[in-house]
């Protein structure tokens, strides 16, 4: 949804309500996660973004606060069984969580078994909803052509997403695109195929502030901004953080 006023002219806590705190490099140590979470409750973050391991830290140090937490579930392949995604989701209910991501079987997709990718992602939405949860689909477009993207995204609202988002920022196959995450025009054609259907969330290669107000400008609901990246997205540091760094969202 398109901002009532401009990105720029927005203050420090109304542009952190747009980010998911990224927090999911697989060699962070457990005083690692902390320390990040700590900065995005500093932040004012809408959510941190981890792995479901991290949740004993998370929970906690988030109760109270403005920061929820967003769990990801089959991340970052989403080729998991449906039953596995079913009982990692039922794990990350039971902690109390506030949102979860969760990723496409986007072989499904360019396999074109858009049925089974709707149901897998149903039986996933369907407990989360009970549970007050709001989920998010990602799509790794990446991987995918335009085509690929329209059609994942009428499975995924069909299934009941909340969100629809465009990657992982993990991966590392054949790119289809000439850039990679949520360069502007992939964010417009997501908001496009959202048609107001659901909200688009962007994540991978946010890493300056003037692309991260562009895409609040342009009427994106919700970004996942890697760790580095949030100070700078934000304006409190300058600098391109995280530029080459793995896992940056």
């Known amino acids: 949804m398109k901002p009532t006023k401009a990105a720029a002219e927005m203050s420090v ?9 990224s927090i999911l490099k697989p060699d962070f140590t457990p005083s690692d996660v902390r320390r990040e979470v700590e900065a995005a409750i500093g932040y004012g973050c809408r959510t941190v973004c981890i792995n479901p391991a991290s949740i004993e830290i998370a929970a906690p140090l988030c109760a109270g606060t403005g920061t929820g937490v967003c769990v990801v579930v089959d991340f970052p392949f989403g080729c998991s069984s449906t ?39 149903r039986a996933v939405i369907e407990p989360c909803h009970e549970a007050g949860v709001v989920v998010k689909v990602i799509f790794e477009t990446d991987a995918l052509s335009y085509d690929q993207i329209a059609a994942v995204a009428e499975a995924a609202i069909a299934a009941g997403a909340d969100f629809i988002k465009t990657s992982t920022g993990f991966y590392t196959g054949t790119n289809q695109h000439d850039r990679t995450g949520a360069f502007d025009e992939m964010v417009a054609f997501m908001i496009e195929c959202a048609a107001g259907r659901c909200a688009v969330k962007g994540s991978g290669s946010i890493r300056d502030r003037a692309h991260f107000l562009r895409l609040i400008d342009a009427g994106i609901d919700r970004m996942g901004i890697g760790y580095r990246s949030t100070p700078v997205v934000l304006g409190i540091e300058s600098g391109a953080a995280g530029a080459s760094a793995p896992g940056g969202y």
Do not use: M
């Open 83 to 121: 039953e596995s995604k079913v009982a990692q989701t039922r794990i990350a209910l039971a902690a109390g969580i506030q949102e979860l991501d969760v990723v496409a079987n986007y072989g499904w997709v360019r396999g074109g078994e858009l049925a089974r990718v709707e149901d897998d992602l």
């Open 13 to 21: 806590p109304e542009l952190a309500a747009y980010i998911d705190h």
